[in-house]
């Protein structure tokens, strides 16, 4: 199944396709070292300028962060879980969200656990061309090795409203969500 794409590395921001192999992005993210995009279009964040192209290999090493939304994943994998606000500094970008764990599991120590780690209701905040971007996204999935920094938040550096205390569903132990 052919799923959008929208990208961030270290240098630029893309948008493109990636034929999905299982049930969710972040899986698909953390099991291949590689894998080919098409009707790709790069942005370069330090002076905005634009190069597209049909079709190329990208590294995951390579990726700081991708947006997420469908598919979410089977519900009948799903677990309960807290979420925790967290911000985090991930190469050029800074992100706020909220991260999913079990309450037993310290939620800063996920990125030595998982290659890849979600932040739901996040935003991401860059510089590109000079000017200060922010996207907002269901769900930011952020690779590990990019992360620099990982701190606890308040849900009022999030979104100015509490968080809701109650546990959330999840996906199984082990998987990220979205």
């Given at each position: 199944?052919?799923v ?31 894998f ?14 634009v ?55 310290d ?72």
């Amino acid at each position: 199944m052919q799923v959008p794409l929208t990208a961030y590395a270290e240098d630029c921001s893309f948008t493109g396709e990636v034929a999905l192999t299982g049930d969710r992005l972040s899986d698909f993210l953390a099991a291949t070292v590689e894998f080919e995009v098409h009707n790709l279009r790069f942005r370069a964040l330090d002076d905005g300028r634009v190069v597209e192209t049909l079709y190329s290999s990208v590294l995951r090493d390579d990726l700081c962060l991708v947006l997420a939304g469908e598919p979410r994943g089977r519900e009948e994998l799903r677990v309960w879980t807290r979420q925790f606000p967290v911000v985090a500094r991930v190469g050029p970008y800074t992100v706020r969200g909220y991260v999913h764990a079990p309450p037993t599991i310290d939620p800063l120590r996920l990125p030595s656990r998982r290659a890849i780690v979600a932040l739901t209701a996040g935003t991401v905040t860059y510089v590109e061309a000079g000017a200060e971007v922010e996207v907002e996204a269901e769900t930011v999935l952020v690779n590990s090795t990019w992360i620099e920094t990982l701190e606890t938040a308040t849900a009022e550096d999030l979104d100015g409203e509490p968080a809701d205390p109650s546990f959330a569903i999840d996906e199984a132990p082990g998987t990220a969500p979205a």
